[in-house]
T-cell receptor, first 111, second 111 residues
Framework: DAGITQSPRHKVTETGTPVTLRCHQT?????MYWYRQDPGHGLRLIHY???????DKGEVSDGYSVSRSKTEDFLLTLESATSSQTSVYFC??????????FGPGTRLTVT | SQQGEEDPQALSIQEGENATMNCSYK?????LQWYRQNSGRGLVHLIL?????REKHSGRLRVTLDTSKKSSSLLITASRAADTASYFC???????????FGTGTRLTIIP
């Protein structure tokens, strides 16, 4: 899987609690992305990073924050989880040719 | 907002037949990519075609790009049961580091 892992793989949490998802790469790529996948919507970009401490918003960034303190780690935080954030979350890395490589995903359920 | 829209949404064919999926997009692009997603897994990059290319091959895959019609097609020849998956097109605009995905075509190969 192109040296990219996500943790946890599954999580159930309650509305209002904070949640942090971790993406870890061993490829030393500059670009990292967080997506969510929901039925009928395909993949939608939440946030992305183009270097350590350099991040930008995607199309569905409300309610999410990210941090990248090291090249290999990209964290996605839901400050106060809501039921609408129940989804499958994918992290991806990008090489110089624009091709992206995806992690295995994290299934998050907010009850 | 979805840049790419796949057609059809679902396709079932007999093993050995060819499968064709189409993708339309709205704005000028730098490149267009196709990804495959097996059930419960992350996306896997299949092929990238640049805006100045018209056709590209990779094994049993053939991709065409018509920038005048803002459309692309993915042809899988001699389909196999293992090709059963969802297929997504994704576009990259000029000056943009983000992939925008369509909603996908669900392909089922009947043995």
């Amino acid at each position: 899987d192109a040296g990219i892992t996500q943790s946890p793989r599954h999580k159930v949490t309650e509305t209002g609690t904070p949640v942090t998802l971790r993406c870890h790469q061993t490829e030393n790529h500059r670009y990292m992305y967080w997506y969510r996948q929901d039925p009928g919507h395909g993949l939608r970009l939440i946030h992305y990073s183009y270097g350590v401490k350099d991040t930008d918003k995607g199309e569905v960034s409300d309610g999410y924050s990210v941090s990248r303190s090291k090249t290999e780690d990209f964290l996605l935080t839901l400050e106060s989880a809501t039921s609408s954030q129940t989804s499958v979350y994918f992290c991806a890395i990008r090489d110089i040719s624009y091709e992206q490589y995806f992690g295995p995903g994290t299934r998050l359920t907010v009850t | 907002s979805q840049q790419g829209e796949e057609d059809p949404q679902a396709l079932s064919i007999q093993e050995g037949e060819n499968a064709t999926m189409n993708c339309s997009y709205k704005t000028s692009i730098n490149n267009l990519q196709w990804y495959r997603q097996n059930s419960g897994r992350g996306l896997v990059h299949l092929i990238l075609i640049r805006s100045n290319e018209r056709e590209k091959h990779s094994g049993r895959l053939r991709v065409t790009l018509d920038t005048s019609k803002k459309s692309s097609s993915l042809l899988i020849t001699a389909s196999r049961a293992a090709d059963t998956a969802s297929y997504f097109c994704a576009t990259v605009n000029f000056g943009n580091e983000k992939l925008t995905f369509g909603t996908g075509t669900r392909l089922t190969i009947i043995p």
